[in-house]
């Protein structure tokens, strides 16, 4: 991932509180990783600002937060350094294995989602109240 686009996750991922999701492994990774922001964000009340209203839903929030990851990141390197030593670590938490799935959805949606693993019979999404068009005579 370009560095970029960690920090879009690392945003995304601290915005979610995905941590309730993860073993208990996970959970102590995404603990630390979010002490480290929360700790260095301490001395920046933007960046405070940013963490506290980020919202998964809300584009321009996430943005908010990436944004003041980056600049931090910029100006002091080993909370960079640290940033993605924690996020390579939780990224093996948010992967699957090989009997398992991870379903993962960022930004806007404007449909319909569906996020399944091994699906035996037919899937259907919309209007519970249309009908298919009547054929007869």
């Given at each position: 991932m370009a560095g970029e686009?960690?920090?879009?996750?690392?945003a995304l991922t601290l915005a979610t509180k995905a941590s309730e999701a993860l073993t208990e492994g996970g959970r102590a990774v995404f603990a630390a990783l979010a002490r480290l922001v929360k700790r260095r964000f301490q001395r920046d009340d933007a960046a405070q600002t940013a963490l506290a209203e980020a919202d998964p839903s809300d584009d321009t929030r996430i943005q908010s937060l990436r944004e003041e990851l980056a600049q931090t990141a910029a100006e002091d390197p080993v909370f960079d350094h640290e940033l993605r030593r924690l996020w390579q670590d939780?990224?093996?938490?948010?992967?699957?294995?090989?009997?398992?799935?991870?379903?993962?959805?960022?930004?806007?949606?404007?449909?319909?989602?569906?996020?399944?693993?091994?699906?035996?019979?037919?899937?259907?999404?919309?209007?519970?109240?249309?009908?298919?068009?009547?054929?007869?005579?």
């Open positions: 686009e960690i920090l879009a996750a690392v939780l990224t093996t938490y948010l992967q699957a294995d090989s009997d398992g799935g991870v379903n993962n959805l960022s930004g806007s949606v404007g449909g319909n989602v569906v996020q399944a693993r091994d699906v035996q019979a037919g899937v259907s999404s919309g209007n519970a109240n249309s009908r298919a068009p009547e054929t007869g005579a």
